[in-house]
Nanobody
Framework: QVELVESGGGLVQAGDTLRLSCAASGRALSTYAMAWFRQAPGKEREFVASITWSDGWTDYADSVKGRFTISRDDAKMTVVLQMNSLKPADTAVYYC??????????????WGQGTQVTVSS
């Protein structure tokens, strides 16, 4: 069983930065990939970024490349999403997920409760 707890969401202005954290606990975490997804009002949940615990391979959605950075802290078992140059289009509930590699939701077995990010223009 894996437990994921997100934190760090909030209300910011366009151009600001925000840092989301996902605290992970559970067995065999090192065998998983970790990812961030987001869901905007009225839209389907979409992939944002992913990273592997074992070697730090990363992947990003085109919409966030160059602005968002995913990283991991092995000692704290935390995955961080650093979000720079935020846009109103980034407004969504952000979810942390653990599971297999890739962008499909179906690759991930465990999900956090989500944290709201709102970017005003």
């Amino acid at each position: 069983q894996v437990e994921l707890v997100e934190s760090g969401g909030g209300l910011v202005q366009a151009g600001d930065t925000l840092r989301l954290s996902c605290a992970a606990s559970g067995r065999a975490l090192s065998t998983y990939a970790m990812a961030w997804f987001r869901q905007a009002p009225g839209k389907e949940r979409e992939f944002v970024a992913s990273i592997t615990w074992s070697d730090g391979w990363t992947d990003y959605a085109d919409s966030v490349k160059g602005r968002f950075t995913i990283s991991r802290d092995d000692a704290k078992m935390t995955v961080v999403l650093q979000m720079n140059s935020l846009k109103p289009a980034d407004t969504a509930v952000y979810y942390c997920a653990a599971g297999g590699w890739g962008s499909p939701e179906s690759a991930y077995n465990y999900w956090g409760q989500g944290t709201q990010v709102t970017v005003s223009s």
